[in-house]
T-cell receptor
């Protein structure tokens, strides 16, 4: 099992739709989780950290499920500008802070 | 405007050349990173520096040689690279090296090896 796995997509949704991505991780000792956004041929940018209690920022909600070892990202009322690749990042844990990136999930929002 | 600046943006070099990538961060961060991003593959961490000291070398071949003269600058010296080293090389920084530390990335250097 890969350390961090994401469905590469693409997820093709109309404007206004609600879309959710999951990211599974293999190391139960992992403690830190993030979602980044990467536009085509651009650098990754932090979208949000994922806390045990969940985290909401406007239209974006991130959740952590430790029992099943996955994190999720929910986007409500999708905008055309949300089209990007969403990267899941998990710190290795167990005393290691090494961040492990998923391959990313591609989202295309169409009119 | 990014707080992490990388130069050059694009680099084409032969396998016998020597070149260097430069990264500078203006965020007052203490930790800096080099990543490699190849097509269809996830970002791979290469090196981590914390307060100018190398804390991680993620099994990177010796043809890649990092240098961190101070907390604001990071270099990646390249020598005798292979075609499979063609990729986007990203520099990042964070306040400190540790858990719960989000990273800020530069625009990257797109490297092509002939």
């Amino acid at each position: 099992r890969k350390e961090v796995e994401q469905d590469p997509g693409p997820f093709n949704v109309p404007e206004g739709a609600t879309v959710a991505f999951n990211c599974t991780y293999s190391n139960s000792a992992s403690q830190s989780f993030f979602w980044y956004r990467q536009d085509c041929r651009k650098e990754p940018k932090l979208l949000m950290s994922v806390y045990s209690s969940g985290n909401e920022d406007g239209r974006f909600t991130a959740q952590l499920n430790r029992a099943s070892q996955y994190i999720s990202l929910l986007i409500r009322d999708s905008k055309l500008s949300d089209s990007a690749t969403y990267l899941c990042v998990v710190n290795r844990g167990g005393g290691s802070y090494i961040p492990t990136f998923g391959r990313g999930t591609s989202l295309i929002v169409h009119p | 405007e990014t707080g992490v600046t990388q130069t050059p943006r694009h680099l084409v070099m032969g396998m016998t050349n020597k070149k260097s990538l430069k990264c500078e961060q203006h965020l007052g961060h203490n930790a800096m990173y080099w990543y490699k991003q190849s097509a269809k593959k996830p970002l791979e961490l290469m090196f981590v520096y914390n307060f100018k000291e190398q804390t991680e070398n993620n099994s990177v071949p010796s043809r890649f040689s990092p240098e961190c003269p101070n907390s604001s600058h990071l270099f990646l010296h390249l020598h005798t690279l292979q075609p499979e080293d063609s990729a986007l090389y990203l520099c990042a920084s964070s306040q400190d090296w540790g858990r719960d530390q989000p990273q800020h990335f530069g625009d990257g250097t797109r490297l092509s090896i002939l």
